[in-house]
């Protein structure tokens, strides 16, 4: 057995019992991590999912204005050539019990209109507010969805760590810290039995000489 690979001493014995109560500490801690990030988890799979129904309906309500803008313009790529390309994207970060979680922010303004008015009509602003609309949802999204991918992946290790420490190391460390424990009161017991051998041989000896000086 692996514990009777360690020689039965009071100084191995000491070692395995810190060895034993880290492990044990280590264990609580990943145990209280992995609750932590599966609470967090749970949340961001609560807002995914209503930010996946909102941004369903936002497309859909986007392509409809994008095709009633192109019957009533034909097609519209000269006017969207003319929407800059969105550089306001900042992106951040935010630590939960040591996972870095990506923080994505959208800088906020008014929604500009870079084409004329003159050969434009309402269908083709109403396409623009639609999809500016889709763009802020997208950013949102893919906030929560990359967060919790690496939530998961987090979640997954300490799992795997926590199971390791419960399954594999407290157990073995437990048998270890048993085994040498019981040696040693072995051999306790056993210098003690030794110990009054001894003391009875003497008393022994003792007597007769005691009784020839009577």
Do not use: H, W
């Not at 609470?39 to 409809?64: F, P």
């Not at 969105?86 to 996972?99: A, D, H, P």
């Not at 609309?133 to 992946?153: C, D, H, M, P, Q």
């Amino acid at each position: 057995m692996a514990e009777q690979q360690v020689f039965p001493t009071k100084g191995n014995l000491i070692a395995m019992k810190r060895s034993l109560s880290l492990a044990l500490l280590g264990y609580d801690l990943l145990d209280r991590k992995r609750n932590i990030l599966i609470r967090e988890l749970m949340s961001l799979v609560d807002k995914a999912a209503e930010l996946r129904g909102t941004i369903e309906d936002t497309y859909k309500e986007a392509y409809s204005a994008l095709q009633l803008a192109n019957i009533s313009l034909g097609v519209i790529t000269p006017y969207a050539e003319c929407v800059p390309i969105e550089n306001g994207l900042t992106l951040t970060s935010r630590s939960v019990m040591g996972v870095e979680l990506p923080k994505v922010e959208i800088e906020p303004g008014k929604l500009d209109i870079n084409y004329g008015f003159l050969n434009t009509t309402a269908q083709l602003d109403m396409a623009y507010i639609a999809f500016d609309k889709v763009k802020k949802t997208t950013v949102l999204l893919a906030e929560v969805e990359n967060s919790i991918y690496r939530l998961s992946v987090a979640i997954r290790k300490t799992q795997r760590r926590a199971n390791a420490l419960q399954n594999i190391i407290i157990p073995r460390d437990q048998a270890t810290v048993k085994y040498i424990s019981d040696s040693l009161e072995e051999k306790e017991r056993e210098e003690f039995s030794r110990l009054k051998v001894i003391k009875a041989v003497k008393l022994k000896k003792a007597v007769p000489l005691n009784n020839k000086e009577d």
